[in-house]
């Protein structure tokens, strides 16, 4: 077996690296909000997941497109490291939310787009998954993946913007302002900088757990040929 | 340029029969589901009692007495026909298969969208003649009129966008092992817009709400349905694909 290339490895130790100090500027250089207080630093990492998991998902889509053109099972591999890693970061950016908006909103959830929109998006990478499961032949099972995840990756924006004909609480700290948003905050230059950081950090480490898992699906690939090989 | 024209001629003679086959050939689905079906009445029994007695339990689940109904009748009647809706969507897709129907449909020198657009009518057809008895059912039993003009045309749009997200996600959900638990696990999450939309214009239109506030919310079905027929033509070959 083909060990682990030396860029992996090292990508593996700076992301371990990156995501001690993120802590670190989250939890303690970071100013602690007049407001809300301390459980506001949970904002760091929250959109930190946040942005990459989006990012997964949107990639996902974008291998759909190239999958179903070329049929090269390469791309199915990407797809599903690319959704895989999606779905767990974009569980932790919905837990860490409703941690925040326990004290920030006094409820842990409310039915507000962006929070409806993330409930619906895990649901349909659930169900991706478990269409997956039901299929045996691999190039079946990645010509129904690439179908479903662009289905789906069209579905959850005009979710979005269809619960959006409501009103929303959400607030947007980055850009735009909403009178009825509740919780939203200024940030001080130090606050930006383990904002940006935070980002940064999580983008590295979406990459490398993208890599480990696409090597992962090569390698199960490998392994479904060879006992291929050993039962014929 | 007399030979030009007669081969411009040629081709456009060409396309006429080329789309003149395709209509046939979605027409020859289309005649072929709704003949066997009113043979058997197997589909259209199964979904219009199973329809009534969703509303039966809606009706106790939620105790619509008046106060209750205004307000609830909207999401009641879409949550009917999005659950009666799976049920037949997964019926029509399994005989294809379970017969090797869709093998020999497969078979056939058709353009591939072709089965799929009959499906989707054939689909739409059986939706629809259910929809068409139960709200005149539920209007007497719970004496409200939902026979107006718009709200009819909101059930014709959302019907038209389940459908066609249906039929292509049961023609894959058909071939796997859990295919018929399968349907409603990959159908909902995405056909939430539609009943959203469906929902918010159905109760805008039994409340009387002005009519520019309603404009918005079909605004989004009829774009829901035009994107989703377009992306399901695109793939539909990826689905039957052997």
Redesign the interface.
């Known amino acids: 077996m083909e060990s682990k290339p030396l860029a992996l490895k090292i990508l593996d130790t700076v992301s371990i690296l990156l995501l001690g100090i993120a802590t670190y500027l989250a939890l303690v250089y970071a100013p602690t909000e007049l407001v809300m207080g301390d459980v506001q630093r949970v904002f760091y990492f929250h959109i930190g997941t946040a942005w990459t998991a989006l990012l997964g998902f949107i990639l996902a889509a974008v291998f759909s497109v190239i999958y179903?053109v070329t049929k090269d099972l390469k791309w199915d591999r990407l797809q599903v490291a690319a959704i895989e890693v999606s779905l767990i970061f974009f569980l932790i950016t919905i837990v860490l939310g409703s941690i925040w908006a326990r004290p920030a909103w006094n409820t842990w959830w409310t039915w507000d787009p962006r929070l409806t929109t993330a409930a619906?998006t895990e649901?349909?990478y659930i169900?991706y998954f478990?269409?997956r499961?039901?299929?045996?032949d691999p190039e079946?099972r990645a010509?129904?993946g690439?179908?479903?995840a662009?289905?789906?990756g069209?579905?959850a924006p005009?979710?979005f913007?269809?619960?959006r004909?409501f009103r929303t609480i959400h607030p947007v700290v980055i850009s735009g302002s909403n009178a009825a948003a509740q919780g939203s905050f200024h940030m001080t230059p130090r606050m930006l900088t383990a904002f940006f950081f935070a980002l940064f950090a999580f983008t590295v480490i979406f990459i490398d757990l993208f890599w480990n898992r696409i090597r992962l699906g090569d390698l199960q690939e490998k392994v479904e040929q060879l006992k291929l090989k050993v039962t014929i | 340029m007399v030979n030009k024209t007669t081969e411009m001629k040629s081709m456009t003679i060409e396309r006429t029969r080329a789309s003149g086959s395709f209509v046939k050939a979605v027409a020859a689905v289309v005649w072929k589901d709704l003949r066997a079906e009113f043979r058997s009445r197997e589909l259209f029994s199964a979904m219009l009692v199973f329809s009534l007695l969703i509303i039966l339990i809606f009706n106790f689940a939620l105790e619509l007495d008046i106060k209750a109904r205004q307000s609830v009748t909207a999401g009641v009647l879409w949550a009917t026909f999005a659950f009666a809706g799976t049920l037949g969507l997964n019926r029509s897709m399994a005989i294809e298969k379970d017969r090797g129907c869709l093998d020999g449909l497969l078979l056939a020198p058709v353009d591939r969208s072709a089965i799929y657009f009959g499906k989707v009518i054939s689909n739409l057809a059986f939706m629809l003649i259910v929809e068409i008895i139960v709200l005149p059912i539920y209007s007497v039993l719970y004496t409200v009129n939902l026979f107006q003009p718009g709200l009819l045309l909101v059930v014709l749009l959302g019907s038209i966008g389940y459908v066609s997200?249906g039929t292509?996600?049961a023609a894959?959900?058909v071939?796997?092992?859990?295919?018929d638990i399968?349907l409603p696990?990959?159908l909902f999450?995405?056909?939430?817009?539609v009943l959203?939309?469906a929902v918010?214009a159905s109760s805008g239109f039994l409340t009387g709400a002005e009519f520019a506030d309603i404009l918005?919310?079909i605004n989004?079905l009829i774009?829901?349905d035009i994107?989703?027929i377009a992306?399901a033509f695109m793939?539909f070959d990826?689905?039957v694909?052997e």
């Open positions: 179903l619906i649901l349909i169900a478990m269409l499961q039901g299929i045996d079946k010509r129904f690439a179908v479903y662009l289905v789906g069209l579905s005009i979710t913007f269809a619960i004909l | 997200v292509l996600l894959m959900s071939q796997t092992r859990t295919r399968l696990i990959l999450p995405v056909v939430i817009p959203l939309a918010k918005l919310p989004l774009a829901y994107i989703f992306v793939v990826a689905v694909e």
